[in-house]
């Protein structure tokens, strides 16, 4: 490609972001499809240990990772044992049910009160569909469903921002409408006007304009008209008022926002978020809740293998092995086997005592934590599906709700539990520092901005999760410093080797942080490492 047309791609890159950018390239003939491909990994088989022997590991963590660990190891006759600090397997991966029971590390205790069939997914809630969680899902019998990720008729709210926007409920097929007319409009004007043809060729141009066209749903050409030219007059495309019906009822479409209005309302930027790889449709949940997944693992592994209630306060490298000392109800105990596989989120991990070399203990705790928070609100009646047409999806706010989820199941059912907000950094952080129940009022004031009164009508059930102040997590997810997402430093890398007979395995150890499936393919690592020195010996 030639360097001007690169440089063309880069500027509607910048310009439109890379939805645009990607669609552009699409119309010139300059990208091709993939195939999407899970890492590689042979599962081992009793038979690979032979002559070696039986060899014990202990699994340090029940989170996925751990569980991953675990059942991947038992494939290959390996003896395993799993220590988990909390009473139920699968750590952030945790779907509360009525009756379920919780005191976070503040010493606040609710019980969930949903109904039969209502649950929230208070860490994990849906799965991208080239992720090896899928995988699994299907291998351990865990049915899957659709979860709708984007939903045209959901809502985008904006609020303390310039124009008529502002304050102002817009359905996301409008937005999206009139930012991609808008941008089609304005780019079409340019490379008509001969603004790009140091980049373009002409038959470049006539291509592009035909793109953008469809892209924008624009006019076409006027002769000797610019400004009326490639002319954006929005459409059918953004919705109607009323509908097209029977007889001679053909609708009217909603007339467009002004392009000043639109652009200052930042609405348009949303829309980068559907062309995220492990965001764009279609993503999946499994049937029941997320939590089918880690109790599919659990009875695969088998219960006596997995320890629950088990606090972990030391561990150590040993002369032939390693051992592990952890409380119970019963009292505290001591385990001893060949390896470890440390799977505990890591900045907990470097506060636990161990005899790992200072700088690994240093690499562990260098870690930076993202809070996330979540409310799960049980109403009497499924109401935005009946007052607003809205069946599952996602309404964004800029408000401290930041991203509402319309419940991908049960539709058309008596009941149903939306996700009343699900936030990160310092809008999670000033939901923990409420009590639950001023939670669940704040997240209904927020809400009435955009469904009005009914938000707050016929609410049954919430239950709240600050994922900071979660026992044996302290936190939704971790990041690295540096470059790259940090995972290129010399800490990140000291934790993908085995520091004696520990190794380490958890979503921080992948470039899929925070997602199951950097959990798995991290557990999958570690079980191969461990199975090629043992072979190797």
Known sequence: MSQTRRDFLRRVGIAGGAGVMLHSMGALGLTSAHAAETPPFTPLKKSDLGRHGRKTVIVMGGGIAGLTAAYEL???????????GRGRPGGRNWTVRGGDTYTDLKGQTQTATFSKGQYMNAGPGRIPQMHVTLDYCKELGVPIEVFTNQNADAFLYRENVPGALNGVPVRQRAAKADAYGYTAELLAKATDQGSLD???????????????RSFGAIGNRVAGDPA???????????????????GLEAGTPIPQYAMSDLFASTLGNYFSFEMGFDQAMMMYQPVGG?????YAFAKAIGGGRLRYNAQIVEYNNTADGVEVV??????????????????????IAAKIK???????????????VTNAGKIG??????????????YGGITNANTNLANMWHPSYGYHSDRGTMIGYYNTGGNANFYGNLTPPQRLAEAVTQGKKIFGDVYGQGITASFSQDWASTPFSEGAWVGWPGAVGGQTGAGYRSLLEATGNVYFAGDHLSHA?????????????AVESIHARVTAA
């Open 74 to 84: 038992l494939k290959g006759g390996y003896d395993v044992t799993v220590l988990e």
């Open 198 to 212: 140091q980049y373009l060729t002409a038959e470049d141009k006539e291509r592009l304009l035909t793109y953008l």
């Open 228 to 246: 009326a030219s490639f002319k954006y007059n929005g459409g059918g495309r953004r919705g109607y008022a009323p509908q097209p019906g029977a």
């Open 290 to 294: 997320m939590d089918r997944i880690a």
């Open 326 to 347: 952890y409380t119970t109800p019963s009292g505290t105990k001591k385990a001893v086997a060949d390896f470890a596989i440390n799977a505990m989120p890591p900045h």
């Open 354 to 368: 161990s005899n790992l070399p200072t700088a690994v203990v240093t690499a562990l705790g260098s870690v930076s």
């Open 377 to 390: 609100i049980e109403y009497n009646r499924r109401w935005w599906e009946e007052d607003f047409r809205i």
């Open 513 to 525: 942080i925070a997602w199951q499936h950097g959990a798995m393919v991290s557990a999958r690592v």
